[in-house]
């Protein structure tokens, strides 16, 4: 009886030894590489882009009638159509709109390692985002970005449906990939253009005024402009003080 | 039984007559009679948003700087640190979040100025609509028109002098507008800005436009505007007792004074709600001027909205001939267009006139319904003007309801010459219904819902008679009064009609119920 229970405490003892080995040293494996780095991620994202993209993008990546070569797009632009939902696209509108994201974080980074192993292209940034010169960014969003995503980024038409976007909704990635990579009709800004720390700049200004930004006039009435203010004095104003004509006049 | 007070007042009001014997005038000023009626208000509403904006203006006078003089920003808005600026965005700034007030007031002006516009055109459609321009009052049309005009461009001017983001683009869109003149555009650019633009003056020129200059010229033109309402004596509807020699309604003291004055206080209280709980002009996030910049949503207040409109409808029509360049594109739609249309709106009482031939006095008011040519066309104008206000806001409709802009703009150019024609046979057939609806009404009297049979055995429907408060009311033409005249029921029963004396068009005071002898015949059928 002892014997046997001691069997059972050894073989207990041997699996124990022997998952926790195998945990120690081969677990941490496959978790650094999660399949987003390296050629992994590589072959993983080649197979999400097979199996979702190429039907548009072309099977060798040859562009097609659906949607343009990703060659040389890099990985910033995966990222931020992906991320954003734009990616994979529902029909063929004037312009793609943010939607649900379809792939999760792992997948996207997948997607992206692998287009920037196809013709390289403008990786996503590292370290942090939110550490930009606050005013810089102001008078740069002033000079490149307001003139179609308005002055508060609350969006703006472009010709025949197409439009920029509010802003409100784009994390800090998503602006600095947006302008790494031009998505739709916005123009590509490299870091010759606006280097990386104008970028980050842009993004701190943007995050502020659509998100920290607290109105101290009061109600913000969408940041459109004199437009809704117009509406505001004849619906609000002129209407509320008609009827207290209505309500002075009855009572005279 | 007299108290001290008492022969206080009573003293200092004989010395003060004593010297200027005021008292007749003050005697006859306090029980001079305004009518009552809901619309003559409207009115009211601009003259109180004139007072709460020389208020409120005043306050800002005390802190704004009227310069371009460039200055680098160190105040407590953070996102412009460091940020070059003209000091008078800068002084905006400071008033916007460090002088105490500051920003309230600086809403409140710029919501008062907004309702300053909107109430004048509201009064504007009021005095249009009801005919109160017709002689002796063409002058005071005059003078009214001019103040809807003087007012644009005082907004205009207030709209420029914070220097922001927003100022700017205007400014460089009222340049363009004098370059377009023929001949004289340049020059004239350059003598109003003292150079090629922004030239470096025109906010130092355009502060005491704004502070002195137009407000003195607002102020003398409502000065005068009422004093032609006191002596020429207000409108009225017509009613029961009102007549083209008579006004009926509250004398000025106390019971008009004390309604004005609670309305003061009520406009003002709008002001102050909407200046404290909704953010106008926001200029801190439109930024300093700079004209490299222009953001998307750009768009003048709603009163130039229509000039916007009508230029962002006008096809891109450039000439160029003899070595100049000739721009259409925006000379008809900026200049030629309110041109035309401030032409007609101040000489339409004399084209009026001319085309019906009325030459009398009129102290009594239309109804809209009886004058269906004239509400016709006003509505055709207001359809007109609306058209251009939405066209102004093309880029906003597109971004919020996922349009295309070309396509709202193709459509608003369709719908600006096909859409006023429309409205005036649409007006004018309703007004013609309104019209017939009311005769037939007098004619045939209210249906009482009373069946009676007669002795021979014939059914008769008994009506009753529309009360006088109602029928003098709608015989507001002499043919109508005519036929109200020798109308059946001249004298007939007018007690089941619902007492309604207090409508938009019907004036106020008890029903007037006329008992008249019983029908003979029927009083056969009484058992």
Not at chain 2, 160 to 174: E, K, M, N, Q, V
Not at chain 2, 190 to 196: A, D, I, K, M, V
Not at chain 2, 203 to 232: A, C, D, K, N, S
Request: neutral net charge; charged residues 15%; aromatic residues 10%.
């Amino acid at each position: 009886m002892r014997a046997r229970l001691s069997s059972y405490a050894v073989v207990l003892l041997a699996l124990v030894m022997v998952g926790g080995l195998y945990t120690a040293f081969a677990a941490p494996k496959p978790k650094a590489d999660a399949g987003t780095t390296g050629d992994f991620a590589v072959s993983q994202g080649r197979q999400l882009y097979l199996q979702g993209c190429s039907t548009c993008h072309g099977l060798a990546n040859q562009g097609g009638a659906g949607g343009p070569s990703l060659v040389g797009v890099g990985a910033s632009a995966v990222v931020f159509q992906v991320s954003t939902g734009r990616m994979p696209l529902a029909n063929g509108a004037a312009q793609a709109p943010r939607k649900k994201q379809k792939y999760d974080r792992d997948q996207i980074d997948q997607l992206a390692a692998y287009i920037q192993s196809i013709g390289g292209g403008p990786t996503v940034p590292s370290g942090s985002l939110s550490d930009g010169d606050l005013a810089l960014g102001g008078d740069l969003f002033r000079t490149n970005c307001s003139s179609c995503h308005n002055f508060a980024g609350a969006g703006g038409a472009l010709t025949r449906s197409k439009y920029a976007p509010a802003l409100k909704k784009a994390t800090a990635e998503e602006i600095y990939t947006a302008m790494q990579s031009g998505p739709e009709n916005m123009p590509r800004f490299s870091d010759n253009t606006l280097s990386p720390d104008e970028k980050r700049a842009i993004v701190k200004y943007v995050r502020f005024i659509t998100n920290e930004n607290k109105d101290p006039g009061g109600a913000a009435l969408g940041h459109y402009g004199p437009i809704p203010e117009g509406l505001v004095i004849f619906l609000v104003g002129i209407g509320a003080l008609i009827v207290v004509t209505l309500w002075i006049g009855a009572r005279a | 039984m007299t108290t001290a007070a008492e022969k206080v007042g009573a003293g200092t009001a004989t010395w003060v007559d004593d010297r200027l014997g005021s008292s007749n005038f003050v005697k006859r000023s306090l029980t001079k009679v305004f009518p009552d009626h809901w619309s003559f208000m409207l009115g009211e509403i601009a003259l109180y948003s004139f007072i709460v904006l020389l208020l409120s203006g005043t306050y800002l006078t005390l802190f704004f700087e009227g310069s371009s003089r460039e200055v680098i920003y160190n105040g407590a808005y953070l996102p412009l640190k460091g940020i070059p600026m003209s000091a008078a965005y800068e002084s905006t700034l400071r008033i916007s979040f460090e002088v105490r007030g500051g920003l309230i007031m600086r809403q409140i002006h710029h919501w008062a100025a907004l309702l300053f516009m909107a109430s004048i055109v509201v009064h504007l459609m009021r005095v249009f609509f009801t005919g109160a321009f017709r002689k002796p009052r063409e002058l005071n049309w005059l003078i009214g028109v001019l103040l809807l005009i003087t007012g644009l461009l005082e907004g205009f001017a207030g709209y420029s002098l914070p220097d922001d983001l927003l100022s700017g683009t205007g400014l460089r869109i009222a340049y363009s507008i004098m370059l377009s003149i023929p001949v004289l555009g340049t020059w004239v650019a350059f003598l109003l800005f003292g150079g090629e633009y922004p030239g470096g003056q025109i906010i130092e020129r355009l502060y005491p436009v704004h502070i002195l200059l137009i407000p003195g010229l607002i102020l003398g033109l409502i000065t005068f505007h009422m004093m032609l309402i006191w002596y020429q004596k207000h409108t009225q509807f017509a009613g029961p007792g009102r007549t083209e020699d008579n006004v009926v309604g509250s004398k000025i003291y106390p019971a008009y004074a004390a309604k004005a004055g609670g309305f003061f206080f009520l406009v003002f209280g709008v002001m102050a709600a909407l200046g404290g709980l909704a953010q106008i002009n926001p200029i801190w996030l439109y930024g300093p001027y700079d004209p490299s910049q222009v953001s998307a949503g750009s768009q003048p207040d709603w009163y130039i909205g229509f000039l916007d409109g009508s230029t962002r409808l006008m096809p891109n029509w450039e000439l160029r001939a003899l070595g100049h360049t000739f721009s259409p594109n925006v000379l008809v739609p900026t200049q030629v267009l309110p041109g035309v249309l401030f032409a007609l709106l101040m000489f339409y009482p004399f084209i009026e006139a001319k085309l019906t031939g009325d030459k009398g006095y009129h102290n009594l008011l239309d109804r809209p319904r009886d004058k269906p040519v004239r509400t016709a066309l006003g509505v055709m104008s207001i359809t007109f003007y609306v058209v251009l206000l939405i066209a102004g806001g093309n880029d906003i409709i597109a971004n919020i309801f996922h349009l295309s802009i070309n396509e709202i703009t193709y459509t608003l150019r369709t719908a600006l010459f096909v859409l006023p024609p429309i409205a005036y046979v649409i007006t004018k057939r309703f007004c013609l219904s309104l019209q017939r609806a009311d005769d037939e009404l007098i004619h045939h009297g209210i249906e009482s819902g009373t069946i009676r049979r007669l002795p021979s055995g014939e059914f008769v429907e008994e009506t009753v008679a529309v009360p006088a408060h109602y029928s003098v009311l709608m015989a507001t033409s002499d043919e109508r009064r005519a036929a109200i005249a020798h109308s059946e029921h001249e004298h007939a029963v007018a007690a089941a009609l619902p007492t309604r004396p207090r409508g938009f068009f019907r004036p106020k005071g008890g029903v007037i119920v006329e008992q008249a002898p019983a029908d003979k015949e029927l009083e056969g059928t009484v058992d």
